[in-house]
């Protein structure tokens, strides 16, 4: 592309040099208004010799050029498909092939050489994922057990306070981890397409404030307020028990993650290409660099200000999962110490109002 650009500006330039010295340079009497018969046999004589040094020259130049731009458009046309088709991939398509010229040049090679990559990528992806899954379906069972014996422990009685608060303890650990656990298990399963979801009409804004209800609860204990800004009738087609589980998840992560005494505000919005969901907050919100990692499994903020906070990392990876599932896109924002804010875009064609 640039060697025809810089062929094509050499013609140009050699051109109006050559003109300049001819016209300007060495003749400055073709500048006069009047000219004599001589003055004009000299000029056509100067045309023709701009013509023949300057003009041919800088026509080769430019005919070389174009040849050379028809050359290399043509012969990186495969890489640029290859680009293109290697930019569309992701972890639902990795199986997909990418394209080859079948010419057995460097390009094909280099698709053969993706296409090998991408199946060991998905094999590698698919053995984490069945990893996943059956260690937390293997997980599921002790805990039960583990559970079940200590609440016989607790109704048996016999234990010391100290005792008592102990066993009270392990139950809420391993509460917690059966939580964890129940996380992992669902994400493992919507890797693997194994969750079916319900298309059922929804009144989304029923199900929205019910879990401001749910959020009071929630927030009593720190004092923090729950406001509705705004709720639209919305009926949505998708799956009830994922939505309520949406909604409760991103109230539930307003909360924890809030000052005492803050606020939650939720709003929901119909328009006519999309309905818009969100759930704002007081907290103290995350700085740029942590907030392309919101969605991360494990991720739990800026680790220095969120230990104490309960919780595993799962809740907005699930909830992004969800809004996927449901045709939706999902953004989060952060003003640290202004405002930090949920958002959930539903597209109109999955609503039937």
Request: proline share 4%; aromatic share 8%; with cysteine.
């Amino acid at each position: 592309m640039w060697w025809s650009a810089g062929l094509s500006l050499t013609g140009v330039a050699l051109l109006l040099g050559f003109a300049y010295f001819e016209f300007i340079h060495e003749h400055p009497e073709f500048l006069s208004r009047s000219w004599t018969p001589e003055m004009r046999r000299s000029f056509v004589h100067s045309i023709k010799e701009v013509g023949l040094f300057a003009g041919l020259p800088a026509c080769i130049l430019a005919l070389g050029g174009a040849w050379w731009l028809f050359f290399i458009k043509r012969a990186l046309e495969p890489l640029e498909q290859l680009t293109v088709a290697a930019e569309a991939i992701d972890p639902q398509t990795l199986l997909k092939p990418l394209p080859r010229t079948g010419n057995q040049d460097e390009i094909d090679r280099l698709a053969v050489v993706l296409n090998e990559s991408n199946i060991r990528v998905h094999e590698a992806m698919q053995r984490i994922r069945d990893f996943s899954l059956h260690a937390s379906h293997e997980l599921k069972t002790p805990l039960t057990v583990l559970r079940g014996g200590l609440e016989s422990d607790l109704r048996e009685g016999g234990l010391t306070s100290g005792q008592r608060e102990n066993v009270v303890g392990y139950i809420e650990e391993i509460d917690r981890l059966s939580r964890i656990v129940e996380g992992l298990s669902l994400l493992a399963r919507a890797d693997a397409n194994q969750v079916e979801l319900r298309h059922e009409p929804v009144p989304l804004h029923e199900l929205m404030r019910e879990a401001l209800e749910d959020g009071k609860v929630l927030g009593e204990s720190r004092s923090i307020e729950m406001r509705l800004k705004r709720c639209d009738e919305v009926m949505i087609s998708g799956d009830r028990h994922r939505l309520r589980q949406l909604l409760l998840n991103l109230i539930d992560n307003a909360v924890k993650y809030n000052l005492q005494g803050g606020w939650v505000e939720a709003e929901l919005v119909a328009g006519a290409e999309e309905t818009l969901l969100s759930f704002s907050n007081s907290g103290p919100g995350l700085s740029a660099e942590l907030q392309g990692h919101v969605f991360d499994r494990f991720f739990r903020g800026d680790s220095s200000h969120n230990r104490a906070v309960e919780g595993c990392g799962l809740g907005l990876s699930i909830c992004q999962w969800i809004v996927q599932a449901h045709g939706g896109k999902i953004e989060f924002t952060s003003d640290p110490g202004v405002v930090t804010r949920v958002m959930v875009r539903f597209p109109t064609a999955s609503a039937a109002v």
